[in-house]
């Protein structure tokens, strides 16, 4: 979506096929802070003898009612019921 916080320097979001409405959506995101974040709350590894500052990620967990409806919607079959992919069945 392009959507930048105000720490990111990149985000990259995870969208999903939703055929009731024709688009794709996002579900989820994930930012790279690099030291923007770690700056603020002084967190620092040592490197060798230097201490350094750590990088950090941030990322939102799925928006289940979107992650439920795409998978509803991608694989029901034509009496209504929904073949669950193999893969995802312990998820469900």
Not at 8 to 30: C, F, H, M
């Amino acid at each position: 979506s392009g959507d930048l916080g105000f720490s990111a320097a990149k985000t990259v979001d995870l969208e999903v096929w939703l055929p009731g409405q024709n688009q794709y959506r996002e579900i989820s995101s994930i930012s790279n802070c690099r030291d923007f974040q770690a700056r603020r709350a002084k967190i620092r590894f040592k490197d060798g003898k230097k201490n350094s500052l750590v990088h950090t990620l941030n990322g939102s967990s799925l928006a289940v009612g979107r992650t439920l409806i795409a998978v509803m919607e991608n694989y029901q079959r034509k009496d209504g019921s929904i073949e669950i992919p193999h893969v995802l069945e312990k998820y469900m």
